[in-house]
């Protein structure tokens, strides 16, 4: 079945620092993968996504590029801010117009700290 | 549009009292899933449906709960009766091309 396995929190930054949270997936065919932001108290948000090999996705000065060889989903943002505290869910999903309708299978999620 | 709506946002009950949560999804989305997030297991599945229909319900962890679409605009899950390791934030979301994310319910059973 598919899985998806992210390293292992929390992470602590200062404001300004590089940010890397690995995620590695494992999942027959060729899934989809996003990257999801849920903020205190919040459900989770849509950050970004990549839908087949080596397509990068992009928000918010956060970027992940999918790469099929190392089944790897790598989030990163030079320069973090305070603002992006939050717990970031690494995720697939096979395509629609398979049988799952696009179910998505998380990883255990990183918290983010990042003080002034 | 106003997102994937979910009531209520919180919701503390005794043990042995029904639950249920309330999800109206964004208008157009075919698929509805109901996810559970607790500390210890992460976010699960529940189950979810396409067309208002019950795919996959092999998520739902005992014969206690139950998850119903009547229609487009509304899912409910019912927890009968509730017991205190069924607290948790319970999520609904709906997919169009991504999954969209309602607030959550956070249960609380006592």
């Known amino acids: 079945g598919n899985s998806v396995t992210q390293m292992e929190g929390p992470v602590t930054l200062s404001e300004e620092a590089f940010l890397t949270i690995n995620c590695t997936y494992t999942?027959?065919?060729?899934?989809?993968l996003f990257w999801y932001v849920q903020y205190p108290g919040e459900g989770l948000q849509l950050l970004l996504k990549?839908?087949?090999?080596?397509d990068k996705g992009s928000n918010k000065g956060f970027e992940a590029t999918y790469r099929k060889e190392t089944t790897s989903f790598h989030l990163e943002k030079g320069s973090v801010q305070v603002s992006d505290s939050a717990v970031y869910f690494c995720a697939l999903s096979d395509h629609l117009g398979g049988t799952s309708y696009g179910k998505l299978t998380f990883g255990q999620g990183t918290i983010l700290t990042v003080h002034p | 549009d106003a997102g994937v709506i979910q009531s209520p946002r919180h919701e503390v009950t005794e043990m042995g009292q029904e639950v249920t949560l309330r999800c109206k999804p964004i208008s157009g989305h075919n698929s509805l899933f109901w996810y559970r997030q607790t500390m210890m297991r992460g976010l699960e599945l529940l189950i979810y449906?396409?067309?208002?229909?019950?795919?996959?319900d092999s998520g739902m962890p005992e014969d206690r709960f139950s998850a119903k679409m009547p229609n487009a605009s509304f899912s409910t899950l019912k927890i009968q009766p509730s017991e205190p390791r069924d607290s948790a934030v319970y999520f609904c979301a709906s997919r169009g091309a991504v999954s969209f994310f309602g607030q959550g319910t956070r249960l609380t059973v006592v």
């Open positions: 449906f396409n067309n208002n229909v019950p795919i996959d």
């Open positions: 990549a839908t087949k090999a080596d």
């Open positions: 999942a027959t065919g060729y899934p989809s």
